[in-house]
């Protein structure tokens, strides 16, 4: 079965310093997601993708943080300066499309440590 | 805003059939119910979700109520493994970004032996 592949798995970097993930979704995906899990809450979304274009960012702190996706496939997001606060789960999913009835499929997520 | 209410722990035991319920009662015509559970240390995982019909599938079934201002999950005979964090999130259909996708902080499933 197909699946969302993420890396690094886990992530220490200290504060000040710039830190970036990887997200590959399921192939023909064309939505992909980016959010940020603080532990013991439920996952928050940062940043939407349709194919290469952001569909919503309102909740990307976009003083420190960047995604990107060039071709509409894997994608990246980037801290630059890392805080202590950032230190969460950084979770990828994907859908086939952005409308009901698509369900997301989860990849395993980057745990980061800010020190 | 939270758009719906779950508790915030329960417990069953293995074999039983566990039973969440979810309340959405300011749900809109538009907007469908989705499930997602998330084993710890692990991304979400979708289960389920419907629109106002009863669904079932190989995982749990997903009651409605008929005013649509609540629902239930139901995982018919519970194992160790379905121990898990359970999310209900009201999603519209026709919108998108971070209003449509709130998930809350879950119910907290855990299956006794």
Known sequence: ?115 | DAKTTQPTSMDCAEGRAANLPCNHSTISGNEYVYWYRQIHSQGPQYIIHGLKNNETNEMASLIITEDRKSSTLILPHATLRDTAVYYCIVRAADQTGANNLFFGTGTRLTVIP
């Open chain 1, 1 to 115: 079965e197909a699946e969302v592949a993420q890396s690094p798995r886990y992530k220490i970097t200290e504060k000040s310093q710039a830190v970036a993930f990887w997200c590959d979704p399921i192939s023909g995906h064309a939505t992909l997601y980016w959010y940020r899990q603080i532990l013991g809450q439920g996952p928050e979304l940062l940043v939407q993708f349709q194919d290469e274009s952001v569909v919503d960012d309102s909740q990307l702190p976009k003083d420190r943080f960047s995604a990107e996706r060039l071709k509409g496939v894997d994608s990246t997001l980037k801290i630059q300066p890392a805080e202590l606060g950032d230190s969460a789960m950084y979770l990828c999913a994907s859908s086939l499309g952005e409308v009901q009835a698509y369900e997301q499929y989860f990849g395993p997520g980057t745990r980061l440590t800010v020190t």
